[in-house]
């Protein structure tokens, strides 16, 4: 099953086990110790829920931190899970998502690395998606540029020059195929021809 597939029919199912109880929503108070509710998940679908509950969780902190006028319109669409800590549920970088469960041991990084390039052109897909069904008046090429380029998303290139090991680090690899998944969306749209 690709990770499309995945999405389409399992996500949903493994996002119940995973968050039980749907009036809270929110997740990761000690998901740098032991990464709760993640045993939930069966090990062969732990990449790839992974990587959807990754930018599930990133295009919600997107929409709250660019689109604070339209947040509470699509928070009631989408009632995404929210990673958080404290008691103020004060946001955590969705990158560690993806990280600790691999620092922790719960799956090997070239699972999740090897999805990464897929997982990402799944998500630029579905944003665009949604966009134009349930809420046209957010640009996506805009959305996209606001978080590529968001300093709690963004990799800047002279961090990876400045360390070379960061070439392999998956919030590096997550980063690097989400902007391509977006250069080649970005690509496909029609073009105006000059009169």
């Given at each position: 099953?690709?990770?499309?597939?995945?999405?389409?029919?399992?996500?949903?199912?493994?996002?119940?086990?995973?968050?039980?109880d749907?009036?809270?929503?929110?997740?990761?108070?000690?998901?740098?110790?032991?990464c709760?509710?993640?045993?939930?998940?069966?090990?062969?679908?732990?990449?790839?829920?992974?990587?959807?509950?990754?930018?599930?969780v990133?295009v919600?902190?997107?929409?709250?931190?660019?689109?604070?006028a339209?947040?509470?319109?699509?928070?009631?669409?989408?009632?995404?899970?929210?990673?958080c800590?404290?008691?103020?549920?004060?946001?955590?970088?969705?990158?560690?998502?993806?990280?600790?469960p691999?620092?922790?041991?719960?799956?090997?990084?070239?699972?999740?690395?090897v999805?990464?390039?897929?997982?990402?052109?799944?998500?630029?897909?579905?944003?665009?998606?949604?966009?134009?069904?349930h809420?046209?008046?957010?640009?996506?090429?805009e959305?996209?540029?606001?978080?590529?380029y968001?300093?709690?998303?963004q990799?800047?290139?002279?961090?990876?020059?400045?360390n070379?090991?960061?070439k392999?680090?998956?919030?590096?690899?997550?980063?690097?195929?989400?902007?391509?998944?977006?250069?080649?969306?970005?690509?496909?749209k029609?073009?105006?021809q000059s009169t």
């Amino acid at each position: 099953m690709n990770i499309k597939q995945y999405y389409q029919s399992q996500f949903r199912h493994d996002i119940g086990r995973f968050m039980p109880d749907p009036n809270a929503p929110y997740f990761g108070h000690s998901w740098h110790m032991d990464c709760p509710g993640l045993e939930s998940v069966s090990a062969s679908n732990r990449a790839p829920f992974l990587i959807c509950l990754y930018f599930t969780v990133l295009v919600d902190q997107a929409m709250h931190a660019h689109y604070r006028a339209h947040y509470s319109r699509f928070e009631g669409l989408t009632r995404y899970p929210k990673f958080c800590h404290g008691l103020g549920q004060f946001q955590k970088n969705p990158r560690g998502i993806l990280l600790m469960p691999i620092e922790k041991g719960f799956l090997a990084k070239e699972e999740v690395d090897v999805l990464l390039p897929e997982g990402m052109r799944l998500f630029v897909d579905e944003v665009l998606d949604f966009f134009s069904q349930h809420m046209p008046e957010i640009n996506p090429d805009e959305f996209f540029e606001k978080l590529l380029y968001d300093p709690d998303v963004q990799i800047p290139l002279i961090v990876v020059l400045a360390n070379p090991e960061m070439k392999t680090d998956t919030g590096v690899l997550a980063y690097e195929a989400m902007k391509k998944a977006v250069q080649e969306r970005v690509k496909e749209k029609p073009t105006r021809q000059s009169t």
